[in-house]
């Protein structure tokens, strides 16, 4: 089957830096992209990584290695607002088709 | 900028009671468009895909439908609704840049 796998839940405190990892096992794998979704709200669209290695995306980086089926999201400088749920997504197949891990939820405390 | 309008933002229906759930997108052309569920705690389950006018992919059986009468309408359906068919619903449009733009969402409660 197809599946991502990563934390339910992540804490941290503000100014942190946080990890949320992610492994997938999907077939016709192409790329990992991370979301970003507040309680109530829709996703929105944080990074896509198609090779190996890390992106930078100003406090959020995410990287890939395509032989461990490994990814991470890497939040630096934690605030306040970056608490929501995170979610890894894989393209699995063609027509850019999504598929979702169940999400991590981080809490940032001051 | 692409813009994705979602309607009724809340509703609650009976069961065995139809639903129509539109969703239109501004901005751009000829996008890829998606049909997502959410149930709460839950990740995205990807429902239907819909690459031009009167193309829709299913990729789960279950008791919804998919319509897309105009290149920037998406239209999903049910015409009798379970207790199961609750959650979040979220319309997405994607293209070449891999990301995917959702819809605000529709919250259904079927009782």
């Known amino acids: 089957g197809q599946s991502l796998e990563q934390p339910s839940e992540v804490t941290a405190v503000e100014g942190a830096i946080v990890q949320i990892n992610c492994t997938y096992q999907?077939?016709?794998?192409?790329?990992l992209s991370w979301y970003q979704q507040h309680d109530g709200g829709a996703p929105t669209f944080l990074s896509y990584n198609a090779l190996d290695g890390l992106e930078e995306t100003g406090r959020f980086s995410s990287f890939l290695s395509r032989s461990d089926s490994y990814g991470y999201l890497l939040l630096q400088e934690l605030q306040m607002k970056d608490s929501a749920s995170y979610f890894c997504a894989a393209f699995s197949g063609g027509y850019n088709k999504l598929i979702f891990g169940a999400g991590t939820r981080l809490a940032v405390h001051p | 900028s692409q813009t994705i309008h979602q309607w009724p933002a809340t509703l609650v229906q009976p069961v065995g009671s139809p639903l129509s759930l539109e969703c239109t997108v501004e901005?751009?052309?000829?996008?890829?468009l998606y049909w997502y569920r959410q149930a709460a705690g839950r990740g995205l389950q990807l429902l239907f895909y819909s690459v031009g006018i009167g193309q829709i992919s299913s990729e789960v059986p279950q008791n919804l439908s998919a319509s897309r009468p105009q290149d920037r309408q998406f239209i999903l359906s049910s015409k009798k609704l379970l207790l199961s068919d609750s959650g979040f619903y979220l319309c997405a449009q994607g293209q070449a840049s891999k990301a995917q733009y959702f819809g605000p969402g529709t919250r259904l409660l079927v009782l």
């Open positions: 901005g751009t052309s000829n996008p890829n």
């Open positions: 999907t077939s016709g794998f192409y790329g």
